[in-house]
């Protein structure tokens, strides 16, 4: 499933919560350096190649800060762009568009540095069926933005919380052994006590727990960790009983190899959680006073 930005007023709260942290007392270099009468003019210019994620950011941010800022979009957000392509323009208060530059640089590039990165993932798998699927690694607080991201870069969501679906995990399974239940009988167990509406994934780390799960009834394995040829093994074991998928270790480098064993999708933490923010600036210049 893929997911949608916040609606305008969660994503005003946020920027509210942004502003206040970058400028809890006003810009005060700007207040007494610069005429609050003067007007600017910035373009938002991408410094580098990169999949646009932030734009309903930015109109956000100037909508919160000041109205009397105009925000002209010249390309949507999950738009390739190349190196020096100006992709907005703002134009309004001087005050208003330097008090806003940072939080605004701050969502564009780190949002467009997610969906970057997912689109680079993609590209390397965009000859398999094979899903690229994020992960719950994400900025407290930005996981929506986050997962906004990912799909704008040609991923797609996995869960948005440990409310929205079962994933028995290692530490599940250690406390559950401790009680002499099975990984079979846990599965057994997600499936009879919670709606069938909710799919039971498992994570499994070797084929002897993939056997189990799969006697268990789990709807997804994960298989957690295992090497390309390991994770072949893994799905010609499964033959299409359950839904298969890889994660742990997956980079740029490797992520070919494992779609190439034929397992469903390939979740990858990094997509949120150690995307490099791409660069972007604002160029601001002055215009006649309104």
Known sequence: MSFTPLPPFELDALVKTALREDAPQGDVTTRALLDPALHAQADVVARQNLTLAGVALLHAVYRVLDPAVTVT??????????T????????????????GERVALNFLQHLSGVASLTSRFRAEIRHYPTLLVDT????????RL?????????????????????????NHLALLEAQGITLAEACRR???????HFRTCVEVETLEHVAQALDGGA????LDNMTPPRVKEAVDLVKGRAHTEVSGGITLQNVREYAATGVDSISIGALTHSAPAVDISMDVRPVCSQ
């Open 73 to 82: 979009a010249r390309f949507e957000d999950g738009t390739t762009l190349e």
């Open 84 to 99: 020096g392509q100006t992709f907005a323009t703002l134009q309004g208060p001087s005050h208003s568009i330097l008090g």
């Open 136 to 143: 719950r690694k994400t900025i407290p607080g930005l996981r």
């Open 146 to 170: 986050e997962k906004w991201a990912v799909a704008l870069g040609g991923g797609t969501n996995h869960r948005m919380s440990l409310s929205d679906g079962v994933l028995i995990k290692d």
């Open 190 to 196: 997600a499936r009879e006590r919670l709606s069938r």
């Open 219 to 222: 709807d997804v394995l994960l």
